[in-house]
């Protein structure tokens, strides 16, 4: 009885962070899971055999971390495909190097308002370099939350989305930089819950690989959206996404992820 009311009360949060030669910022990764007041956490890290100190980085925290991985990888999903599978918890969360959690009280605040939903979700500020503050997310999260919620675009950060492991498929390595969007619609479709916890959950580094190769980023997206909404649907949102893109640079003169 005492361990079935833990299992709902408190479950486990596997935490997984990709990195690949990043010693500039991992360590900002790593302290943001240690320093969780929530104590039920599981931290994966999968380092793809990193060249730059990154490693030693790492190590300075062994004792503290439940999985270490280090190994050549076929890309960054292929890594992802790793963690998940080294996961043991009822929820996986990717918080990938440079990325933080919003404070140390994060993972308590989603468990105690998650309501054991099968997706959890939250809002993400965007930091820069120097780990300043610099803006929301031009994508507000929805309050309600479904399959069909990333038609107009990801409205939910992949940082801040919170996915019972059962329900919770390995990515499509075809896609090499949006399987992510494709991830979360999978599982979306699977899940019968979904809770928005009205809080910041997440601190996203702005300019990762996406929005290095944002041409194929987007050609990516176009084509897991129409997978998954249908071609004629596609288009249609696409026009609704180019309107508001739009509205939203007329408004703020710049674009944000």
Excluded at 3 to 16: A, F, G
Excluded at 61 to 90: C, F, H, P, Q
Excluded at 232 to 256: E, W
Aim: with cysteine; proline share 2%; hydrophobic share 35%.
């Amino acid at each position: 009885m005492e361990q079935t009311l833990k299992k709902v009360t408190s479950p486990k949060i596997s935490i997984i962070t990709i990195v690949y030669n990043n010693v500039r910022d991992i360590e900002h990764t790593i302290l943001s899971v240690l320093n969780q007041t929530y104590d039920n956490i599981e931290y994966i890290i999968i380092d793809g055999a990193s060249t730059d100190g990154t490693l030693d980085v790492i190590n300075k925290y062994r004792g503290s971390i439940d999985v270490i991985v280090s190994e050549k990888d076929k890309g960054i999903y292929d890594a992802m495909n790793k963690g998940l599978s080294k996961a043991t918890g009822d929820y996986v969360l990717f918080l990938n190097s440079g990325d933080e959690l919003y404070d140390n009280s994060t993972i308590q605040t989603v468990v105690e308002r998650g309501n054991n939903a099968d997706i959890i979700y939250g809002e993400t500020k965007l930091v820069d370099e120097e780990r300043r503050i610099v803006a929301d997310r031009r994508h507000k999260a929805p309050s309600t939350f479904d399959w069909k919620s990333f038609r107009y675009g990801m409205n939910v950060c992949h940082q801040a989305i919170y996915i019972k492991r059962n329900i919770a498929e390995p990515y499509d390595l075809q896609y090499k930089l949006s399987a992510d969007i494709d991830w979360v619609i999978r599982a979306a479709k699977k899940a019968k819950t979904a809770q928005y916890v009205h809080c910041y959950v997440a601190r996203y580094l702005v300019g990762g690989m996406s929005q290095k190769r944002h041409r194929q980023s987007l050609k990516e997206r176009y084509e897991i959206f129409k997978k998954h909404y249908g071609t004629i649907p596609n288009i249609f949102n696409h026009i609704v996404i180019a309107f508001r893109l739009i509205k939203y640079r007329i408004t703020h003169g710049k674009t944000r992820e």
